[in-house]
């Protein structure tokens, strides 16, 4: 029972962004499992839009559709946005916490569902003539969806409209320093291990 | 004991069969074909070798570096032998029922240079673009001389101009078309009577950003040594019975190195789905060096990095693949030109100095008719044929559509829908989901209706119910 209220919760996030965020940091009402159920649920609903979407406007190779890619398109970015925020923010006076910005962004998510779930089984029904139809909903969802990360960045950090914005492209960039070090990271680490191996191989055959 | 012995003498025959498998139709190339996510996929192969020539075999002297030949309405092959300077025309049962060697010129005895194009017309005059001699030469069907048509002349063209016409093609009308060595503004063409009347169908310069950079950023004497930017040339031509001149360039950048220019010179080429006529999907590109137009716009381009004859019909859609080069009877060396008649194509071999002939399979003979009652219109009489092609190839898209467009005029349009699906066509899956709609919405009309009234009602009631509960509270709350 007290699952379903905070899944009401999240609606009225969606809905009425500014006193939902503010309620979220300040009355304690964001629960960090609701912004993980989202983004579970958001994870699945790209996977059904991949596979379910009507065929006018589904260009989805059968035989390359692999759930497990979805982690790449999706929980990983969301971990590198809330990784990449936290850190900027700690450097530009934010106040917001990791596990607030985690809720923040995770009840963001929602309007992506709420409007994919329909929009999948719309597209089942609509024509080549219609299908314009599905990419402006499509294009709605993510627009709401920025809309909400942002009042919600803005809510938690207690930013300006600039410095919210300014904070979201930097945060941008930053995801792409992390991927950047990480690459760099495995391929010294690469480096190294058959740096090793060949050591071990020389010393081996010498002996 | 005796069951150990079975089981041995079992084994033994079955490595015997799996050792000397049945022996398949020895064919030197695999047939295959492009799906619609741009993946090679195994198909029957549609031609296979017939038979080879050369001119030994023939009787009439080796060939010398071939260039070209032609087949001409009336079954008989013209051979043009450029390094012997002669052509040589073979019938059906490979005779050869003349050869040309030179021709009376005004009283004196001329001859060919090096030629690399021929051209017969319906009236079986013969045309060739007699390179180094600069000229292109017209003979009646004896052999005799008529005409000759030397450089363009015009104020259009550079005094530096050196003519050297390639190919001949000559329409319906007598105008005559040549594609000519280092001619980047297009085809030459020249009117009945041989005046140059102007170019047609210039390629478009290619515009590469970075090159752009690089010009930009370099001084002038480096810009002089730059490549510069000219529109690529054309390399070959033929021409359709409605007049419409195909065109190939063998530039392996270009998006369309086949074009189908209408009079004024505009590419009309039906291009259906996001592949054009490019040849092989992979990274080392097709370069086409002949193209080849057969009847109901199905035409074929010879491509001489992998030595494959693409065959597409009008509307763009890959047919099938067939060639290969290689040393083998039915692959290539240097594959120059490509001619068809009837269910027969032939490839000429510039290296070997070889015409190989291929002849249709029961796979291509069934494509080809199928294919034709297609494009005719034919789309119920094509469907059975298209069936007896799934038959003998399942991945075979081209088949699925054609049925699909088939049960589509018939009204069966859910069928239409599976089918359509299958051939990933969906401009006519959504045709067929429209009509599909619109059947089934007025099939079940009444019970949607039915549905939709008891929603609303159902949610009129629960409304009014929650408000009497609200009121009842609150009055509760009230007293």
Known sequence: MRLLKEMKYSLHVAFHPFDGFWDLKYENKGKLRIALIILLAVTVTMILNRQYAGYVVNYNHPLELNSIDELKYIVLPFLLWCIANWSLTTLMDGEGKFKEIVIATGYAMLPLILVYLPNILLSNFITLRESSFYYLLESAAGLWFIWLLFIGTMTVHQYTVTKTIATMLLTVVVMGVIIFLGLLFFSLIQQIVSFAYTIYQELSLRA | ?479
């Open chain 2, 1 to 479: 004991m005796k069951i150990k012995l079975s089981i041995v003498i079992l084994t033994a025959a079955a490595m015997l069969i799996g050792i000397y498998p049945k022996p398949a139709l020895a064919s030197p190339y695999e047939g295959y074909t492009y799906s619609y996510w741009g993946e090679a996929v195994n198909s029957p192969i549609a031609y296979l070798p017939s038979k080879t020539v050369t001119g030994q075999e023939i009787g009439v002297g080796a060939w010398a570096a071939p260039s070209d030949m032609f087949a001409a309405s009336d079954g008989n092959l013209y051979v043009l032998d450029s390094g012997n300077a002669r052509i040589v025309v073979l019938n059906r049962e490979w005779k050869a029922v003349r050869e040309i060697k030179g021709f009376q010129n005004n009283g004196k005895e001329d001859g060919f240079n090096n030629p690399e194009g021929i051209f017969v017309t319906e009236a079986g005059h013969i045309y060739v673009a007699d390179t180094d001699n600069r000229r292109v030469v017209e003979l009646d069907g004896s052999g005799a001389f008529v005409r000759e048509i030397g450089a363009p002349q015009s104020e259009v063209i550079s005094s530096s101009f050196e003519y050297y016409p390639r190919k001949v093609i000559v329409d319906k009308a007598g105008r005559i078309y040549v594609v000519a060595r280092g001619v980047f503004e297009g085809i030459i063409e020249f009117d009945g009577d041989g005046r140059f009347t102007g170019f047609m169908g210039t390629n478009r310069v290619q515009f590469d950003p970075v090159d752009l950079f690089w010009k930009t950023v370099s001084t002038k004497e480096q810009r002089e040594k730059l490549i510069r930017f000219v529109p690529i040339e054309f390399n070959n031509a033929d021409v359709d019975a409605d007049g419409f001149i195909y065109t190939t360039t063998a530039d392996k950048q270009s998006d369309t190195p086949v074009k189908r220019l209408n009079p004024s010179g505009i590419d009309v080429l039906r291009v259906n789905g996001n592949i054009g006529p490019i040849g092989d999907l992979s990274r080392e590109r097709s370069a086409f060096i002949d193209i080849d137009v057969s009847g109901n716009g199905v035409y074929r381009t010879l491509d001489s990095t992998r030595g494959r004859i693409f065959t597409y019909n009008e509307d763009g859609n890959l047919l099938y693949v067939i060639g290969q080069m290689g040393n083998q009877r039915g692959t290539f060396k240097n594959p120059v030109a490509i001619e068809s008649f009837d269910n027969r194509i032939f490839v000429l071999d510039r290296d070997l100095g070889r015409i190989t002939e291929f002849a249709a399979t029961e796979f291509g003979k069934l494509v080809n008719e199928a294919n034709r009652l297609y494009s005719i219109g034919k789309h119920n009489d094509a469907a059975k044929l298209w069936e007896e092609v799934l038959r003998l190839d399942a991945n075979y898209e081209m088949a699925y559509i054609g049925i699909g467009k088939s049960l589509l005029r018939q009204g069966e349009y859910k069928q239409a829908m599976t089918y359509l699906k299958l051939g990933n066509d969906r401009e006519y899956y959504s045709k067929a989901l429209t009509k599909y709609r619109r059947e089934y919405m007025r099939d079940n009309f009444g019970l949607f209706m039915t549905g939709a009234i008891a929603l609303l009602l159902a949610v009129m009631a629960a409304r009014r119910f929650a408000r009497t509960r609200k009121e009842g509270m609150g009055q509760d709350a009230v007293a």
